[in-house]
């Protein structure tokens, strides 16, 4: 975000506005909030946003093991979703392996 602060502040700004109209508007506690925050980032892969929302979380009242618990639902959804994508992608997987299938990649 250094960046677009710096070269498209009118974006940040509007991102905080944002920001401080989830607060104002709101309609679930602040550890539900955390929670939700914390599994996003765990799947958004923000180091920053882990860690933000892990502590946010704690500071909400929440437990480190309930805090496991999303960590291992996340992990669990996450894994279950690629595996029902890639079955669905790979499902020609006998064309694929006859040379029937262009990945439209260049080669």
Not at 46 to 57: E, I, R, T
Request: overall charge negative; proline content about 3%; aromatic content about 12%.
């Amino acid at each position: 975000m250094r960046m677009l602060a710096e070269f498209f502040p009118e974006f940040t700004e509007l991102l905080d506005k944002m920001d401080e109209l989830y607060t104002q508007k709101r309609t679930i506690d602040e550890k539900t909030y955390q929670f939700i925050c914390f599994a996003v980032s765990i799947k958004a892969r923000s180091k920053p946003c882990v860690l933000k929302h892990f502590k946010g979380a704690l500071e909400a009242g929440a437990t480190v093991k309930e805090l496991s618990y999303i960590f291992a639902l996340v992990m669990r959804e996450a894994a279950g979703a690629d595996d029902c994508w890639t079955h669905w992608i790979l499902d020609d997987w006998k064309e694929i392996v006859a040379g029937n299938v262009d990945c439209g990649c260049p080669t």
